[in-house]
């Protein structure tokens, strides 16, 4: 849902303090739905003028992105939430990090800096012997480090697809927008495979009731495999409307949505290996 102006004016979102608005959206300019908390304060059926609240299928904004003020913060976002939320879960199950711990611990070992053996502060890492969980400095510092090196690698992949896919729109079309413009807008198409990553990765919980209530273990990792082919699916979506708004041709779009295709898969290859 959408709360969205009675009588709008052109020119996008500004701010004043002369509004009924917490948030200080001039109410005729509203046109994004980023800043608002929905509390409702502007909707009054009987007034002529504020908002009223529409219904809008799932991802319409990210469609018309152009008119609802891209951001890189958003799109850098889609790119290190994903990749962090990656690197959370592959550590444990990869046996290459296990290899790069032993590794580095005995460099260290040989150094003689024997403090990376011992546990850190509790509010920092896990120190809980009663149940045989204890982080050392090493572990803190390897963990960390392979969580943020994951997150710039794939941060990587997706700049270089999404710069590669407006490289190609830019060809392939006729308007004059920047590659800069064309990037900032076909970061979004990322969105809802990083969304699924996020609930993936950051709601085990969750899952975790899933088998509470009753399912298999086989049927909530089909539920994850289920959630995040839709989201590859709506990521390809939304690269082929913006790729529209962007004026690539029908016949040659699919050249444009290549790059983003890619990019999804290396996320879903990803996951694979985490957690399926
Ligand atoms: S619902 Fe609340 S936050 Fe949103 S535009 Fe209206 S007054 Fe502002």
């Known amino acids: 849902m959408q709360f969205t102006p009675k009588r709008k ?20 300019h509203k046109e994004e739905s980023r800043h608002c908390i929905e509390c409702f304060r502007c909707v009054n059926p009987q007034a002529k003028g504020g908002l009223y609240m529409r219904l809008r299928h799932p991802g319409e904004e990210i469609e018309k992105i152009r008119s609802h003020n891209p951001g890189l913060a958003e799109i850098w976002f ?29 460099w260290m070992v040989n150094k003689e800096w024997w403090w990376v053996l011992e546990s850190g502060p509790s509010w920092l890492m896990v120190v809980e012997p009663e149940r045989r969980e204890v982080f050392y400095w090493l572990d803190f510092m390897m963990i960390v480090g392979f969580m943020l090196g994951f997150m710039v690698l794939l941060a990587s992949i997706l700049f270089a ?72 699916i709506w990521s390809l979506w939304l690269a082929h409307k913006i790729l529209q708004t962007q004026g690539v041709n029908l016949s040659r779009r699919w050249l444009a949505m ?19």
Do not use: H
Not at 82 to 101: D, K, S, Y
Not at 162 to 177: H, I, R
Not at 206 to 219: A, R, T, V, Y
């Open 9 to 28: 004016k052109s020119g996008g979102d500004i701010y004043t303090e002369k509004t009924a608005c917490p948030i200080m959206i001039d109410l005729p």
């Open 78 to 106: 889609f790119f290190l939430g994903t990749g962090i939320a990656l690197g959370g879960f592959l550590w444990l199950v990869l046996p290459q990090f296990q290899i790069w711990r032993q590794q580095i611990g005995a």
């Open 161 to 232: 697809t999404t710069y590669a896919s407006s490289y190609l729109s830019k060809k392939l079309s006729s308007t004059s927008e920047s590659i800069s413009i064309r990037f900032k807008e076909l970061g979004y198409q990322y969105a809802p495979v990083a969304m699924v990553s996020l609930i993936i990765g950051l709601g085990a919980k969750l899952f975790d009731l899933l088998k509470e209530i009753g399912l298999s273990s086989n049927m909530v990792s089909n539920t994850k495999v289920f959630l995040f082919a839709i989201g590859m």
């Open 258 to 276: 290549l790059p983003g295709a890619v990019g999804s898969l290396a996320v879903g290859y990803s996951w694979w290996v985490a957690i399926f």
